[in-house]
């Protein structure tokens, strides 16, 4: 295997293609990352090639995302979209994929392997021993973490998950946290030797999402200039805690029904995972709070219009019961948009407390009322945190995660951990 210098990366994202439009399905704040890193790391000479189940007959086997970025569709299962829950099924011919195309070309053509989500490092964990490359993994979100914040009603991630994110943390070369909370996570929770962990922040596209008119932003929506927006973006599901928004909104109501005529609670975002059980979920609650009137359900929005909505909004609101990071939240802060946040995982270091918005402890709808009204009567204080959000947002750019992330892939390839004998035999 060459030594020092990184040249094309072998990217796996089995259960989620970085081509779908985030805020639905399983598409999210992963599929940001894997574009976002990609296209920052190619401009550093860094080839990817992105490795995705293919979810339709027409799409290409592979299709160029940008000069120095492939992704590459994989059969494996029917046509279509599948739930988690389905895709170990897949794992072998996904696999039988990836090994298919590595054996197209000249041995040597990934230097390193980066798989995302505990199903990829499956696949990467047999690609690393087949190639005799490094296999650098994302977590993204962690099933121990997830089964102990969950939201009510939510289901917990099944024995399988636990054991085969176990079997990744023990085969990887490096694992890539988000934060320092979940590298310490990985270590406590996982028992992932420390030497193995790197903290890698993501990051926001500055140039995408930065500060204009919010006035502007609010005639391009259909927004009154007068309007008190409270805004939440993401997938609709338990674990975002959309909810949590609608009843501190009808909690505010209740306290001061004036705020009737300007108020409005715009969700940005489409049902997944549990939440695709009940699409009408937040239909139906605003139904039975009484604020149907006021909330504004709008499906996935590409990025261009999803920053509109970011700086068309007083504050956008992040009840998560688990992130591990939190890109909505950065988003916002770099639209120049202060956040109300859950004090939870990544998003202590996505949000600056006091600085760039306000971490909330806890999910009680009385409590993130009284956070939210604040935004509303204190104009002076919200403006304020727009400030120190732009300044803490600023500090976060893709090209400082892509440049930390050659040096995560050197030094992997640079010190190679051996596969266990228990493993490799």
């Not at 295997?1 to 805020?23: K, N």
């Not at 219009?305 to 988003?331: C, H, I, K, N, Q």
Request: charged share 20%; with cysteine.
């Amino acid at each position: 295997m060459r030594r020092g210098r990184v040249d094309r990366v072998a990217t796996i994202s089995m259960h989620t293609s970085p081509l779908d439009q985030p805020g639905t399905g399983d598409a999210g704040g992963m599929n940001v990352y894997i574009v976002e890193t990609a296209k920052r790391l190619a401009q550093l000479g860094v080839e990817v090639e992105i490795f995705t189940r293919q979810t339709a007959r027409d799409l290409p086997p592979v299709a160029e995302l940008a000069p120095g970025v492939l992704v590459r569709h994989l059969t494996a299962g029917p046509y279509e979209e599948l739930d988690r829950a389905d895709m170990p099924g897949q794992l072998c011919a996904f696999l039988s994929g990836v090994l298919r195309t590595e054996a197209m070309y000249d041995p040597g053509r990934y230097d390193v392997i980066h798989s995302h989500y505990w199903l990829s490092g499956q696949v990467g964990w047999l690609a690393k021993e087949r190639w005799g490359v490094p296999l650098v993994h994302s977590m993204h979100t962690m099933a121990k973490v997830k089964n102990q914040l969950l939201a009510a009603g939510d289901n917990p991630e099944p024995q399988m998950r636990v054991i085969g994110e176990e079997q990744v943390v023990e085969i990887a070369d490096r694992l890539i946290a988000n934060t320092d909370d979940e590298a310490a996570e990985l270590i406590q929770l996982y028992g992932a030797p420390e030497e193995r962990v790197a903290v890698v922040n993501p990051g926001v596209n500055l140039t995408v999402f930065q500060p204009a008119s919010r006035g502007s932003a609010r005639r391009r929506l259909g927004l009154p200039q007068d309007a008190h927006v409270l805004l939440f973006v993401g997938r609709i599901q338990p674990l975002k805690a959309p909810d949590v928004l609608l009843r501190a909104a009808s909690r505010m109501l209740i306290e001061d029904p004036e705020l009737r005529s300007r108020l409005v609670v715009a969700c940005v975002g489409g049902p997944s995972g549990n939440g695709l059980a009940r699409p009408s979920m937040l239909t139906d609650l605003a139904a039975e709070l009484g604020i149907s009137d006021v909330v504004r359900l709008v499906p996935p929005a590409p990025q261009h219009e999803l920053a509109d909505w970011y700086r068309a909004a007083d504050v956008t609101v992040v009840p998560s019961y688990s992130e591990s990071f939190g890109l909505v939240a950065l988003e916002s802060q770099a639209c120049g948009t202060p956040v109300a946040a859950a004090a939870v995982g990544g998003l202590r270091t996505a949000v600056a407390d006091g600085v760039s918005g306000v971490l909330v402890d806890g999910h009680d709808p009385y409590d993130w009322a009284a956070v939210l009204r604040r935004f509303v009567v204190s104009p002076r204080w919200r403006d304020g945190l727009s400030a120190g959000a732009r300044t803490h947002a600023a500090a976060f750019g893709w090209q400082a995660t892509a440049a930390r992330l050659v040096e995560v892939y050197t030094g992997a390839k640079d010190n190679l951990h051996p596969l266990p004998v228990a493993l490799s035999s």
